[in-house]
């Protein structure tokens, strides 16, 4: 076998795709997705596998829906489960797959967010957060800031920065962003 060859089969093998291994495949989609929370309002504290491979886990997405309730209220809804992907996939994006998140708010009643919108010029009146698919956090030690850019380079869904008041917007609907 003479040096050439060699190069060339070792190219060969490390150009090919890595998913095109079985073994490699199973292992990355079965892996489990775990968020872990701390509502902000509630003092509640939740840690969840929420999803294990192209599966989400009812009773996880459950107790989520309850973490998520309208605090204000205590009317729940079905969030959607394409908002902890995206969640996921932030904490990813940052290198910090133990982050949690800090929930300033997630689901809102009708009545809720009537209210707010009496009071504040930031609420929508057909704000994603009452159909379940709305959240606003921050991270401990890490920079809205850096949080948003983090959010925005997903190309996934709304982004919204609230400097003042500290926190993310982050909803499953089109793809925008707004705040300075």
């Known amino acids: ?3 050439r060859y060699f190069l060339g089969m070792a190219l060969s093998a490390a150009a090919a795709p890595v998913a095109a291994s079985p073994f490699f495949s199973r292992r990355t989609t079965e892996r489990p997705r775990i968020l872990s929370f701390r509502h902000l309002h509630t003092d509640e504290w ?4 929420y999803r294990i491979g192209d599966s989400y886990q009812r009773p996880a997405l459950q107790r989520l829906n309850h973490f998520f309730r309208d605090f204000r209220t205590g009317d729940v809804t079905n969030m959607d489960p394409q908002l902890f992907d995206i969640l996921y996939d932030l904490k990813l994006r940052l290198g910090d ?3 949690r998140f800090d929930i ?5 009643s009708p009545a809720t967010n009537a209210r707010l919108r009496k009071t504040s ?3 929508a009146k057909k704000s994603l957060h009452l159909r379940g698919q709305a959240i606003d956090v921050r991270l401990p ?3 809205t800031r850096r949080l948003r850019d983090a959010a925005v ?3 996934r869904g709304g982004v919204g920065y609230y400097r003042r008041s500290d926190f993310v917007h982050l909803d499953t609907g089109a793809v ?3 705040g300075a």
Request: aromatic residues 8%; neutral net charge; glycine residues 8%.
């Open 121 to 123: 010029s930031g609420v």
């Open 97 to 99: 797959t133990d982050a």
């Open 1 to 3: 076998m003479n040096r």
């Open 153 to 155: 380079s997903l190309g």
């Open 141 to 143: 030690d890490l920079s």
């Open 176 to 178: 925008r962003s707004w």
């Open 104 to 108: 300033i708010s997630a689901y809102r």
């Open 46 to 49: 939740v840690d969840v596998t």
